[in-house]
């Protein structure tokens, strides 16, 4: 049988140029156990990757601040703390660099993203100064403004407690800071080789090739060992 698992979306099911590989439409459909989607992006996105690829919602969106089971969301966290900052960045002269439509929050419910290109020292600083339960986490992707306590990590949990199973039955794959929590409560965890030097440190083992490139090994070699020939 092969494991559950616990996927990050952009950097790990994409290619450099930030595209979903096709391979995840190859790979995913048929997988024989739970496959968690545990993103930075809002509720939206991953919902509908998992519609696509024709698997149950299971999701951890938003940095653990939206769990879905299939039935039921959670939401976690204090979103009007993180709009607040986020206002008083903007009021200091921070955009949040996503130009007038900001598809990007429009559908956020728990957590504000700032374009990586923004002003990363006045958004820490207006952060800090705020007094507020709230940090910034560096996706590489996006500064997300989120609360302090809520985590990918988090999410699984919840997740695994609804399907019935634990989080260290999971095999996790990730690219980033957001998701050391998950390779923290996951059996089994990779980082791909473009992964930042967080997440490489609290893998279980980094890989030898990138995006979905080191997934894929990684979903052939577990398929392997499953294979009872």
Request: hydrophobic share 40%; with cysteine.
């Amino acid at each position: 049988m092969v494991p559950p698992l616990v996927l990050d979306i952009d950097g790990t099911l994409t290619t450099r140029d930030h595209r979903i590989d096709p391979r995840v439409f190859e790979l995913l459909p048929a997988w024989d156990a739970p496959v968690v989607f545990a993103t930075g992006k809002a509720f939206p996105y991953p919902v509908a990757l998992a519609h696509f690829l024709g698997r149950p919602q299971l999701v951890v969106a938003e940095n653990g601040g939206v769990v879905y089971d299939g039935q039921e969301t959670t939401l976690a966290g204090d979103p009007d703390a993180c709009r607040a900052v986020v206002e008083t960045f903007r009021e200091r002269g921070g955009d949040l660099g996503w130009g007038d439509g900001d598809t990007v929050n429009r559908w956020r419910e728990t957590e504000i993203a700032v374009s990586i290109d923004a002003d990363e020292r006045l958004l820490r600083e207006v952060v800090a100064a705020s007094g507020a339960d709230v940090e910034v986490v560096d996706t590489g992707y996006a500064y997300h403004v989120k609360s302090s306590g809520v985590n990918k990590g988090k999410g699984l949990a919840l997740l695994a407690d609804s399907l019935g199973v634990t989080t260290d039955s999971f095999v996790a794959i990730g690219d980033s800071e957001n998701d050391v929590s998950t390779f923290e409560r996951a059996g089994e965890s990779y980082a791909v080789a473009n992964a930042d030097p967080d997440a490489q440190a609290a893998a279980d083992r980094v890989l030898a090739e990138g995006f979905m490139d080191g997934t894929a090994s990684v979903l052939a070699a577990l398929r392997e060992d499953s294979d009872p020939a």
